[in-house]
């Protein structure tokens, strides 16, 4: 089992940056897939980007592209989601996911809120 612990939410005004962490119990090296996932109120959970750890190949939600960066941290078994310029709609509980490539188990983290006033 994978525990996946996020960090760095909170409220921040529109404009504003802030940074998430996620730190895992596994090897982010030997997963595979690392990524960041988004659920606003009364909406379905989004993917936002997503990162090959062994690559580090990346893909970008529409909608955070040139606002958005996730990187990785292998040594640290850590995965970031930089996110510059956010705007209201980004308002999200933003959730940490790692996929293991080999036996393609999901694991997820438990989420941490993303307020952005206006």
């Known amino acids: 089992q994978v525990q996946l612990v996020e960090s760095g939410g909170g409220l921040v005004q529109a404009g504003g940056s802030l940074r998430l962490a996620c730190a895992a119990s596994?090897?982010?090296?030997?997963?595979?897939?690392m990524g960041w996932y988004r659920q606003a109120p009364g909406k379905q959970r989004e993917l936002v980007a997503t990162?090959?750890?062994?690559?580090?190949?990346?893909n970008y939600a529409d909608s955070v592209k040139g606002r958005f960066t996730i990187s990785r941290d292998n040594a640290k078994d850590t995965v970031y989601l930089q996110m510059n310029s956010l705007k209201s709609e980004d308002t999200a509980v933003y959730y940490c996911?790692?996929?293991?490539?080999?036996?393609?188990?999901?694991?997820w983290g438990q989420g941490t809120q993303v307020t952005v006033s206006s």
């Open positions: 996911n790692a996929r293991d490539l080999m036996s393609q188990t999901t694991y």
């Open positions: 596994a090897s982010i090296f030997r997963l595979g897939n």
């Open positions: 990162i090959i750890t062994r690559g580090g190949s990346t």
